[in-house]
């Protein structure tokens, strides 16, 4: 069965940090990756996909076969990331697959 | 900016009576889509539904539940005989395409089952 995994239900760090939110994968076939994002009071919203490659608010994932992950990852951590984070897995018939979430804190 | 949209946003109702909850997609979108997320646990698929019928079903979306776009522009989730277990947020969203295309959700509905 499709499955997508996110160990860390809380993870929190200092503004200006490295954060790292893993994400790990368990698909037959090649996935479709994404991560979403809820910040408070507002909707689940696309924060990127790995189709696209593309760095959004200073946000990076590479999808990685080997080790079936799609880790998010910034370089400086801003208080405005502070968030739920979902990554989630896409099969062929556009059924989203989430991983539990992981609620990211960055303090200042 | 184009947004999904979803009524009520919390809806309280006794076990065993009908609900339905409301959907209206972003207008030029062919895909539509239920989640839910039980509280504490994660968002789960129910269904998909494109060209209106069903294109996809979770074994959660049993007899129970039943998607309709009655209108060009509403798409309803109805649970037929709630039960406590069906306490949850209930999650609208919709696409332009499939296969990598983005999910844009709405707010949501939360459900409590008395």
């Known amino acids: 069965a499709q499955r997508v995994t996110q160990p860390e239900k809380l993870l929190s760090v200092f503004k200006g940090a490295p954060v790292e939110l893993k994400c790990n994968y368990s698909?037959?076939?090649?996935?479709?990756l994404f991560w979403y994002v809820q910040y408070s009071r507002q909707r689940l919203q696309l924060l990127l996909r790995?189709?696209s490659r593309e760095s959004i608010k200073g946000f990076t994932a590479d999808l990685n076969k080997g080790e079936t992950s799609f880790h998010l990852k910034k370089p400086f951590a801003q208080e405005e990331d502070s968030a739920m984070y979902y990554c989630?897995?896409?099969?062929?018939?556009?059924?989203?697959?989430f991983g539990e979430g992981t609620q990211l804190t960055v303090n200042p | 900016e184009p947004e999904v949209t979803q009524t009520p946003s919390h809806q309280v109702t006794q076990m065993g009576q009908e609900v339905i909850l409301r959907c209206v997609p972003i207008?030029?979108?062919?895909?539509f889509y239920w989640y839910r997320q039980i509280l504490g646990q994660k968002v789960e698929f129910l269904v998909s539904f494109y060209n209106n019928e069903i294109s996809e079903k979770s074994e959660i979306f049993d007899d129970q539940f039943s998607v309709e776009r009655p209108d060009g522009s509403n798409f309803t989730l109805k649970i037929r005989s709630t039960k406590l277990e069906d306490s949850a947020m209930y999650f609208c969203?919709?696409?332009?395409?499939?296969?990598?295309?983005?999910?844009?959700f709405g707010p949501g509905t939360r459900l409590t089952v008395l």
């Open positions: 790995h189709i």
């Open positions: 698909y037959s076939g090649s996935p479709e």
């Open positions: 207008s030029n979108h062919l895909y």
């Open positions: 989630a897995g896409e099969t062929s018939g556009s059924r989203l697959t």
């Open positions: 969203a919709s696409s332009e395409g499939t296969s990598g295309n983005e999910q844009f």
